[in-house]
């Protein structure tokens, strides 16, 4: 557990609570995946991805990995954020290569069309038993976090049923229909909640919220499909379980980041790589904890750069509660040895 005592002790819990510490805790978004032999082994006898985050025993064993080699502060679930369409009703299957695909939604008919967001569950059954299994296993000093798409994000995978460079497609259906494309927003956000709480229930100590394409909404349609479900989502997880911390990622908001953790109830905001780390400083640790943001190229290219780059973000948010991590996912040509020293770096800064 995070507190022994009465003294909470899991590094991550304690910056997410908003301590300012000597050293921040560290973890990696996609820390379990292809740039690991060992994750490629064990996908291997899954057979494919879907299998592999519905093994509960696979999925736990790829979630540790990166733990036992490199002991991250952090473990975060092996999962999808695609599996909560999937179990509202959506085909999905993932293509070699290429990514995931899902039947498309494009109209009123289609959102109405979706599962009761109360039937998730019999879907995402198995990620809960995987969260269970590395509340078990993980080293006692390790938080465990869950995590979801947020309901924008989401949203744009089943309307254009694939990633897409500027999320055309979700953006044409709000226009065309917003009344039906915010009865699907409210559908997700709804199946979320559900969701994280279950996976908070099976042990998960944080919770993240990933709103990978954020940076395409602006103004209203910001407000009303990146901050307001967000804000649903995080008060109805306080509501249900008030010591649980969550985690927002608005992936490249912009001027937007500032003010976001006040409007939302993020115990912390993520930060991509466009992100100044002294500008965060400035606005946005005012407002809690960060979490962020080195450029994930420097896990493929490594040297002195990535030592530096490290060390820079650390000692400019030195002075507030911060996580270090990436500024997104690990890629699969990075190189393990270059993710020890990224670790290396931080914590000698």
Not at 287 to 311: F, I, K, S, W, Y
Not at 336 to 341: M, Y
Request: glycine share 8%; aromatic share 8%.
């Amino acid at each position: 557990m995070g507190a022994q005592g009465g003294v909470m002790t899991k590094l991550l819990l304690r910056a997410l609570a908003g301590e300012t510490l000597p050293t921040p805790p560290i973890w990696m978004m996609r820390q379990a995946g292809r740039y690991l032999p060992e994750y490629r082994a064990t996908r291997a006898r899954a057979g494919d991805f879907l299998s592999l985050c519905y093994n509960p025993e696979l999925a736990a064993e790829v979630t540790l990995q990166p733990i036992r080699r490199f002991g991250f502060d952090a473990s975060i679930l092996f999962a999808d954020i695609l599996l909560i369409p999937q179990a509202l009703g959506a085909d999905l299957w993932f293509v070699t290569g290429e990514g995931p695909r899902l039947s498309t939604i494009t109209d009123a008919a289609g959102v109405a069309a979706l599962k009761p967001a109360a039937d998730v569950h019999e879907t995402l059954a198995p990620i809960y038993d995987t969260v269970r299994i590395l509340s078990r296993e993980l080293p006692a000093e390790t938080t465990l976090i869950g995590f979801a798409g947020a309901p924008w994000t989401v949203a744009t995978y089943m309307i254009a049923g694939r990633g897409t460079p500027d999320q055309q497609p979700a953006h044409a259906f709000k226009a065309a229909d917003r009344a039906a494309f915010s009865a699907l927003i409210d559908r997700i956000a709804e199946a979320t909640i559900l969701y994280l709480s279950a996976q908070i229930e099976a042990g998960a100590e944080v919770v993240k919220l990933f709103d990978s394409w954020a940076g395409s909404l602006s103004g209203q349609d910001f407000d009303d499909f990146a901050i307001a479900p967000t804000r649903r989502i995080i008060a109805a997880l306080k509501e249900r379980h008030p010591a649980v911390p969550v985690i927002a990622f608005p992936r490249e908001a912009g001027a937007r980041y500032v003010g976001f953790a006040r409007a939302t109830g993020a115990d912390c905001v993520g930060l991509d790589t466009s992100v100044d780390p002294g500008w965060a400083a400035e606005k946005l640790q005012v407002d809690g904890c960060v979490q962020g943001n080195l450029d994930p190229r420097h896990m493929v290219t490594g040297g002195p750069d990535l030592v530096a780059e490290a060390q820079r973000i650390t000692r400019a948010l030195r002075g507030g509660p911060h996580v270090f991590n990436l500024g997104h996912g690990i890629t699969p040509d990075a190189d393990p040895d270059n993710v020890a020293r990224m670790i290396e770096a931080v914590r000698s800064a």
